[in-house]
């Protein structure tokens, strides 16, 4: 790894490996882990108190923290029980569908203001069901924490949810990049493939084979990383978690969940290596 070139990092949710086991039973915690771990990816996504200091440990991989944020009052003790798991960076699914632009930003200023005492890495999730769940709001929040703080505030991005809110039909870039200033300044990216109609869609046939609607969500896949790269500077890290979990979102007709994964994982890597040399020749 060169680290005068930007840091790709890849990110395995462990809930894509949800159900998974053997004749034993569902596979644990620790098991997960090592599965994540040899198939290739650097690091792991979990939450606390589900994934213990001796997990992050005992893995040797980076762990990335999804944390739910109801209120202020909940704030520090997350975060600190999350740094002393030795987690890397947080993925935050802040408050509710109903919150108000103006709650919103007052709970994610205290957010960024915990964050920054306590010296960690935490972005707001674009994510369903919470205070981000429209673009809209996503943007109006944005927009209200850069009039207060005078910065970009610092996103995750899932592009599948703002996909289906709007029925977007491919090539999906002119929608979904508003603001790339701030998919530029982001450093978590679940990347879910989806089309307009579904949040989530199969990379793989059972034949092991594309399925043709995961190519549109390559070719924005690759525009995202491209994107990003553009205002990226030496030895800086993008943390890209292909995401294929279930909660609904896969159908019992979908082929195998994390070899699906392990396929968008392989897929982004060739897209990083061909975006990287352009790069590394500016």
């Known amino acids: 790894m060169n680290p005068q070139t930007p ?21 644990s915690i620790a098991d997960k882990i090592q599965k994540i771990k040899r198939a290739g990816f650097d690091a792991f996504a979990g939450r606390v108190p589900t994934v213990t200091p001796e997990h992050v440990t005992r893995s040797g991989l980076i762990f990335v923290t999804t944390t739910d944020i109801g209120g202020i009052g909940v704030i520090k003790p997350k975060l600190k029980a999350i740094k002393a798991t030795g987690s890397r960076c947080v993925n935050a699914q802040t408050l509710d569908h109903d919150t108000t632009t103006r709650r919103a930003l007052e709970v994610v200023r205290r957010l960024t203001d915990v964050a920054g005492e306590l010296d960690m890495d935490v972005s707001v999730e674009m994510h369903r069901n919470t205070c981000t769940e429209t673009p809209e709001k996503m943007y109006a929040l944005a927009e209200a924490y850069e009039r207060v703080e005078n910065r970009p505030l610092k996103i995750t991005w899932d592009f599948s949810h703002p996909a289906v809110v709007k029925h977007i039909s491919p090539p999906y870039w002119d929608r979904l990049a508003e603001r790339p200033d701030l998919i530029q300044h982001a450093n978590q990216f679940h990347f879910r493939p989806f089309n307009g109609h579904h949040a989530q869609i199969p990379a793989l046939d059972h034949k092991g084979k594309y399925t043709p609607e995961f190519l549109p969500w390559l070719e924005f896949a690759e525009q995202v990383i491209a994107c990003w790269l553009q205002a990226a500077t030496p030895g800086r890290e993008i943390f890209i978690c292909p995401e294929q979990i279930p909660f609904g979102y896969t159908l019992s007709v979908f082929p195998d969940r994390w070899k699906d994964v392990q396929a968008i994982r392989q897929a982004v890597e060739r897209i990083w290596r061909r975006q990287i040399k352009p790069w590394w020749a500016k």
Do not use: A, N, P, Q
Request: aromatic share 10%.
């Open 7 to 27: 840091i790709l990092r890849h990110v395995c949710s462990l809930s894509t490996l949800m159900g998974y086991g053997d004749k034993r039973g569902e596979w």
